[in-house]
């Protein structure tokens, strides 16, 4: 089944505590993005990869990081994460440039910090 | 920074009504995509538009790119409680992978 697969789905964790939500893909997707969710805010664009190795910021990246070793793998790393990070996390792939080409979301990640 | 406003944010209205969802910005996307999320899930492909004045039509839905491709519109005709979600605009900035999404308008249909 063609699928964006997040893990965890659900994380509680403590202020400056280094976290990795993890983020694959199994349809051979070229680009990669990660978005946090906000009441009132929509989706905001973390940072985004168009190929393995290639990674952007996005509008919102301040405190982020990701990396792009293989094709199917962006996991997003909060190296001190903060209570402004409370949020709601998905990541996205799709075969084409984001906007022309059908985005696939994960079922998201709930992340609270504490 | 380029930006999209969506309006109503909020919509309750009864089975079978019309309504009408607005995308608008002062800037200019390459394209724009329509998405629909369910409670729990990630957003769902609805639609994509690339042509200024493109009409597409799925089903009850339609959708309209304006001529400038500044803003978009969904229109629902004869809404029923399968259609109660939340949706988001989003639109592609040129030739990057940088995806902007609106707010979102969340669509309760009541039977």
């Known amino acids: 089944e063609a699928q964006v697969t997040q893990n965890p789905r659900y994380l509680i964790t403590v202020t400056g505590k280094k976290l990795t939500v993890t983020c694959s893909q199994n349809m051979n997707h070229e680009y990669m993005s990660w978005y946090r969710q906000d009441p009132g805010l929509g989706l905001r664009q973390i940072y985004y990869s168009m190929n393995v190795e290639v990674t952007d910021k996005g509008d919102v990246p301040e405190g982020y990081k990701v990396s792009r070793k293989e094709k199917r793998n962006f996991p997003l790393i909060l190296e001190s994460p903060s209570p402004n990070q409370t949020s709601l996390y998905f990541c996205?792939?799709?075969?084409?440039?984001?906007?022309?080409?059908?985005?696939?979301f994960g079922q998201g990640t709930r992340l609270t910090v504490v | 920074t380029q930006l999209l406003e969506q309006s109503p944010q909020f919509l309750s209205i009864q089975e079978g009504e019309n309504l009408t969802v607005y995308c608008n910005s002062s800037?200019?996307?390459?394209?724009l995509q329509w998405y629909r999320q369910e409670p729990g899930e990630g957003p769902v492909l609805l639609v994509t538009?690339?042509?200024?004045?493109e009409v597409k039509k799925l089903k009850r839905l339609t959708f309209q790119f304006g001529d400038a491709r500044k803003d978009s519109s969904l229109h629902i005709t004869a809404a029923q409680t399968g259609d109660t979600g939340l949706y988001l605009c989003a639109g592609a900035a040129s030739n990057t992978g940088k995806l902007i999404f609106g707010q979102g308008t969340t669509l309760q249909v009541k039977p």
């Open positions: 800037s200019v996307f390459s394209s």
């Open positions: 996205a792939s799709s075969l084409g440039r984001a906007g022309y080409s059908e985005a696939f």
């Open positions: 538009v690339v042509t200024g004045g």
